[in-house]
Structure formats: structure tokens, C-alpha cells
């Protein structure tokens, strides 16, 4: 809430439910339209100058965040709290998003009713969580099955289209969002034992599993369901579920799914990149000086960078953990499961197509741009080579 009965006019603008424009830009329209995605260290840095410069004189403003995730989970809590941080740091003070624990405003990965709703400021989440309310559809901002790396699904999200397809599916609902942080590859789930037949496992398994990946499990005959990452492993340990796919290696030690389920398999076909997002209340966002509303571009902006840097260094020496500390064997698809997967989520795109126009609308929408990206991604693609790391 805002405090005091009456705002005062201290030189700050009253927002216009847009991002501001910036002199040093020239107010482009591009930079207008896709000013999410800000270089990190120089516009942080100006917001925070002027808004050291300014301090006194801001109006103090006090928000309440819900995250899906623990602020000791590995940056997919991490990242709130340092957010939190960077956005007091930023307003000297006078203006505060407090992060609250799953569960202490509302349950771990039901942020958004809440939030549409005004009940809670803000959430820290993930689009793949709004499916029960939004629809399977909402799932494609997240991750998807098979997908792009971080710079093509970024360059969808922020300058094809993708995040004007997210508000188109917000706004009615009282909501908006900002992408704030992505993570690189998952790990495609832990199993009891080593998956010898695949085709014959899959059947009838009962399985934790996120998002569009769920939809081509369930092809493969999984039974899937979706639990917040602290219900996991109970679920797992009393046999709720037999297997269970959730993040990265950094983050799955800390749930220690590792120690009922030992065999861990790859690659994370189902989510390469995943981006997830800050909910905001839209009718609150939008009364917030256009300073504050900047801040809060700078500071998610901040934390997709140092979240998906932070994943990149540290997931290697989990694995060395998982393996070497925890017992964790690491096993891989073979390329004949992955094009099983992979024709099965074809399908899934294309049935969900026929069925869902909203569905198809965004879809087609991430289909062309990837198709219009290939015409790039495709000249400059590099098979790897790793002579040198194995001398």
C-alpha cells in the first residue's frame, strides 16, 4: 500500500501504466516497447543514482511478494531476495517488496489468483504454474518441450511477440508480469531404477511433472501431476509418485530427491531455457510513480542475467556432488527415446492446436519466429568439440 491518505506531487510524474521513456534512449519506440529486457549495469545503475539523489523526496511504498520457492532454494528463491534487495537499494528505502515463503501468504505455486485479485502485491513465479487457472497454453512462457537456448527465447518473448501474447493473457484478469530470471538446462527426472524399456516404463508411471513436458508424458502414458517443489519428495518417499522431474542439479540436492530416487537421467529435453516471472498486481503497478516502475524493470532485468550465469557456474560441481558425495547415477536418453519424446510432442502442438485457439495463437506465434530465427541460428551453428578439455 502507499502510505499516507493523499499523494504528493514531489517532482515524479504519475504513472501511465507504461514504462518511462528514457532521454538517453531518444524515447524510441523499440526501447519503448521492449524496455524489459534493460542492459543491467548501466540503467540499474542510473535508476539507483537518481534515485539516491532523490530519496527524500519519493513516496514510500510498501508491497508483499509470495514466492513459489524458498528463499534458500538456488536462485530460483535466491533471486527474489536479492530483487527485494536491489529494489530498496534503489529507492533508499522508500520503496519495499517484502519476499514471503511459500505457504505464508499463499500456497507455494498458487500466486496468481491472489495477486490478479489485489490480495497480494506480487508473486515470484512461474508462468507453468497458472495452468489450473489460465489454461495448458500459459505454460509456453515458461519452457518448451525441445526448445530454443536463452538468446532465441528471449528475442521471441521480447521482440516477437511472446510477452505481448503473455499480458493479452493477464491483463483481463487484473495481472501483469516481467520476466525475473531464466535457468539453463533441467535435469529430465529421478527414477527408483534404471530406465532399460522407456516405452514399456512410461506406462502406467506416476510422475511429478511441469508444463508442456507433462502433456507429452501423459502421451507416453506417464500419469503426471503438478506439486510445488517442497511437497516432492514426501510425495516421493510415501510412493504418491514413483518418479520426478523438478530443476537443476543445484536445486534438486537441496530437495534431496537423490536419496529415494538415485538414478538421475538427461538431458532436460523438456525444458532447455526456462524464464519465470515477477506477477504484479495491474492495477497497482500502474499506480506506481514511473520511477518505482523502473526500478522494477532494472532489478528483474538484473536477476535474469546473474540467475542464468549463476546456474551456467555452479551446476557442473552439483553434479560432481550427485555423483561422487551422493551416489547419483547419471544416465542418458539414447537418441531413439529422445525422437520418441519428440514426435510425441509434435503431437501434443498439434492437437492442442486443433483444439485450444488460444493455444494456437501463441504457438503459431513461436513457431514462425523460430522459423524466421533458423535462417540465423542455422548459419551460425558450431558443432562442438571438446579435444582440448580431454587432453
Same mark, same amino acid.
Given at each position: ?85 536491489? @529494489?530498496?537499494?534503489?529507492?533508499? =528505502?522508500? %520503496? &519495499?517488496?517484502?519476499?514471503?515463503? /511459500?505457504?505464508?501468504?499463499?500456497? *507455494?505455486? #498458487? ?71 531464466? @535457468?539453463?538446462?533441467?535435469?529430465? =527426472?529421478? %527414477? &527408483?531404477?534404471?530406465?532399460?524399456? /522407456?516405452?514399456?516404463?512410461?506406462? *502406467?508411471? #506416476? ?185
Amino acid at each position: 500500500k502507499v502510505r499516507g491518505a493523499q499523494r504528493q506531487n514531489h517532482g515524479v510524474r504519475r504513472s501511465t501504466g507504461r514504462l518511462p521513456e528514457f532521454a538517453s534512449n531518444g524515447g524510441g519506440t523499440m526501447f519503448d516497447k521492449h524496455a524489459r529486457f534493460i542492459a543491467v549495469a548501466g540503467l540499474a545503475g542510473s535508476v539507483a543514482a537518481v534515485a539516491a539523489l532523490d530519496a527524500g523526496a519519493q513516496e514510500r511504498v510498501r508491497w508483499k511478494m509470495a514466492s513459489a520457492w524458498g528463499a534458500a532454494v538456488p536462485v530460483l528463491g535466491s533471486t527474489g531476495v536479492a530483487f527485494s534487495k536491489r @529494489i530498496e537499494q534503489m529507492s533508499g =528505502g522508500n %520503496f &519495499r517488496i517484502k519476499f514471503h515463503e /511459500p505457504g505464508a501468504l499463499v500456497p *507455494g505455486a #498458487k500466486e496468481f489468483e491472489p495477486v490478479a485479485k489485489g490480495s497480494v502485491d506480487a508473486g515470484w513465479t512461474t508462468p507453468g504454474y497458472h495452468t489450473g487457472v489460465l489454461g495448458g497454453a500459459v505454460a509456453f512462457f515458461t519452457a518448451v518441450p525441445f526448445g530454443p537456448q536463452l538468446g532465441e527465447f528471449q528475442a521471441w518473448k521480447l521482440f516477437g511477440g511472446g510477452n505481448e501474447l503473455r499480458e493479452e493473457m493477464y491483463n483481463p484478469h487484473g495481472a501483469t508480469a516481467i520476466d525475473n530470471f531464466c @535457468i539453463g538446462p533441467e535435469t529430465s =527426472g529421478w %527414477f &527408483r531404477e534404471e530406465v532399460t524399456n /522407456p516405452d514399456e516404463y512410461f506406462k *502406467g508411471l #506416476k510422475m511429478r511433472f511441469f508444463g508442456l513436458g507433462a502433456q507429452v508424458m501423459q502421451k507416453m502414458g506417464v500419469s503426471t501431476q503438478l506439486l510445488a517443489g517442497a511437497d516432492i519428495f514426501p510425495a516421493l518417499e510415501k510412493g504418491v509418485i514413483d518418479a520426478t522431474e523438478f530443476s537443476m542439479p543445484i536445486t534438486d540436492i537441496k530437495y534431496g530427491f537423490h536419496q529415494v530416487a538415485s538414478f538421475n537421467y538427461f538431458p532436460g529435453w523438456h525444458q532447455q531455457i526456462s524464464c519465470s516471472e515477477l506477477l504484479i498486481n495491474k492495477e497497482k503497478y500502474e499506480a506506481l510513480p514511473e520511477a518505482y516502475q523502473a526500478m522494477i524493470h532494472a532489478a528483474a532485468a538484473e536477476q535474469v542475467l546473474l540467475g542464468y550465469a549463476e546456474t551456467e557456474a555452479t551446476n557442473p560441481t552439483a553434479m560432481i556432488e550427485m555423483t561422487e558425495k551422493h551416489g547419483v547415477q547419471v544416465r542418458r536418453w539414447n537418441d531413439e527415446t529422445l525422437a520418441t519424446l519428440e514426435r510425441a510432442w509434435l503431437e501434443v502442438l498439434g492437437e492442442q492446436s486443433a483444439s485450444d485457439p488460444v493455444f494456437k495463437k501463441i504457438a503459431d506465434s513461436y513457431l514462425a519466429f523460430r522459423k524466421t530465427y533458423s535462417i540465423w541460428g542455422d548459419a551460425q551453428l558450431l558443432k562442438g568439440t571438446y579435444q582440448l578439455t580431454r587432453k
